[in-house]
């Protein structure tokens, strides 16, 4: 059986940034692509949502935090937390209702804070990917 080529939208680049960062996946729903819309979105939420249960800290790290690492590690750790930001619309719920798990606390915190950085990256290449594509169209 033949696949039928999917359909793709025209879209402006703006507002696939935004959707795409707001809703994980989103930038695919825009331009018609829902199997990798579900996909991307199913695996962004499943790792948030993992590393919010393992207490992975989503505050940006504090001075006293960092304090005594060198410079590259403590480079590392602010870019880890810019990376959960992408994650978008889990990462936007968790701050408003308050999640305020401190950048090291927690009992399991390096397994929570990895998949929360997981979950953004997974976001940033599902938005990357849909760009792309979006550029293919034109």
Known sequence: MKR???KQRKVHAALLAAIGWLIPGGGY???GRKRQFALALALVLIAFAA????????????SAELEGLDGFTSLMAQAGALVKMIAGGPYLLARLSNYSQSFLGGHMHEYGTTLLVVAGLINLLALADAWERRQEQA
């Open 51 to 62: 590393g919010l249960a393992l207490q992975g800290g989503l505050a940006w790290p504090q």
């Open 4 to 6: 039928q080529p999917v």
């Open 29 to 31: 729903l825009l331009i």
